[in-house]
């Protein structure tokens, strides 16, 4: 049974910054990609960075240059430093863990979220 666990989501005023926490935990052999996903109110959940376990990573257009991916695999641990924040980021923030196997085979993984607030 593999476990993903958000942490770091809270109120903040805008231009402010938040470093949201990903723990994954189980039997896990090992993990192609992590990654942050959000779904703001009223919306549908959206890409918001990756990052495979060499390090690469991608970004989408609305937070390049404000927010920073990075992990630790030896931790099987990813992290999202969210700086300069805006109203519009307001969002459930998601983990994702991309083809993580286990003995019983490799599939995506989904924590249950962060609550992040962004405050004009």
């Known amino acids: 049974q593999v476990q993903l666990v958000e942490s770091g989501g809270g109120l903040v005023q805008a231009g402010g910054s938040l470093r949201l926490s990903c723990v994954a935990s189980g039997s896990i052999l090992s993990i192609n990609a992590m990654g942050w996903y959000r779904q703001p109110p009223g919306k549908q959940r959206e890409l918001v960075a990756t990052?495979?376990?060499?390090?690469?990573?991608i970004y989408s257009d609305s937070v390049k240059g404000r927010f920073t991916i990075s992990r630790d695999n030896a931790k099987n641990t990813v992290y999202l430093q969210m700086n300069s924040l805006k109203p519009e980021d307001t969002a459930v923030y998601y983990c994702?863990?991309?083809?993580?196997?286990?003995?019983?085979?490799?599939?995506?993984?989904w924590g249950k979220g962060t609550l992040v607030t962004v405050s004009s």
């Open positions: 994702n863990g991309h083809m993580i196997r286990t003995f019983a085979g490799a599939r995506d993984y």
């Open positions: 990052i495979t376990s060499g390090g690469s990573t």
